[in-house]
């Protein structure tokens, strides 16, 4: 009989690895067309200072308007001959900053409220549960326009206000997955083999929730986009000399009779990107829960 057990120290089971290539070989086209316009996504906001072909501020008022296809402004310029390509590969670096910073932010805040509130019960349980209806209950938006129209703006200050965006799901999440996975067999086991509560949470009870965390980080996480892009639209998220992608949706539509490819750039990258995580969580989630398998 063929041992089909992987030598000890690969660091790789077979389950795992069957895993791995499931998920290759089972993703269907247009998952592998999101995955490639993220990872040229990440890329792009990586290797922004390579790809920029101008100066973000860089004027040229012999360029003015510049329609898509002008040879060394192939996607246009503004009002002012600035190069819109240019700008957007830097728009996309901070856009995905900002996002990325913020669901990681919301992602551990929401799901360590979430353990505490299963470890404890009693007050602790009703104290965090009784945060995150009111989060629920709050217009994040408008908090999110009283907070920056009085402290003023500052990328901190964004990434920070945005973390706060749906924490409340990860907290539900996290302590009623932990909850169910507390009254199951192998958490029991492992407290009573003496492991501290940390211990049973981050290396039990955690990598068998994570499927559903990792699927609630793809849905929060072109929110957020949409979010930053709606403050930036209202003079309110990243401010000039620097720009994003709601920055430049919102100075675009001044021009959008004119110069329409200022606002559609920024709008497709928007739009692609936002659908491309929302297919890919969707997808993720499909594949990595057991209870649908």
Known sequence: MTDTTLPEGTGTSPVKAGMVRRLRTSM??????AVGWLAAMVLTAIFADLLRPHEITAMSLTQRMAPMGTPGYWLGTDD??????????????????IAFGATIISAVF??????????FRGWVENLVMALADFQAALPFMIMSLAVLAFFGTSMVLLVGLMGFYGWERYARIARGLAISASAQGYAGAVVQLGAKPSRVYLRHILPNVA????????LTFPEIILMESGLSFLGLGVQPPQTSLGNMVGFGREYLTRAPWIMLAP???????????????????????????
């Not at 002012?80 to 900053?97: A, F, M």
Request: overall charge positive; proline content about 3%.
């Open 110 to 119: 929401g799901t360590t409220l979430g353990f505490l509130a299963a470890q």
């Open 211 to 218: 499927s559903t965390l990792i699927v609630s980080m793809t």
């Open 267 to 293: 709008s497709v990258v928007i739009v692609l990107t936002t659908l491309s995580i929302s297919l890919l969580g969707d997808w993720l989630r499909d594949r990595l829960d057991p209870t649908i398998r």
């Open 80 to 97: 002012l001959g600035r190069d819109v390509l240019s700008r957007l590969i830097q728009s996309i670096r901070v856009s995905l900053v």
């Open 28 to 33: 269907p086209l247009v998952i592998w067309c």
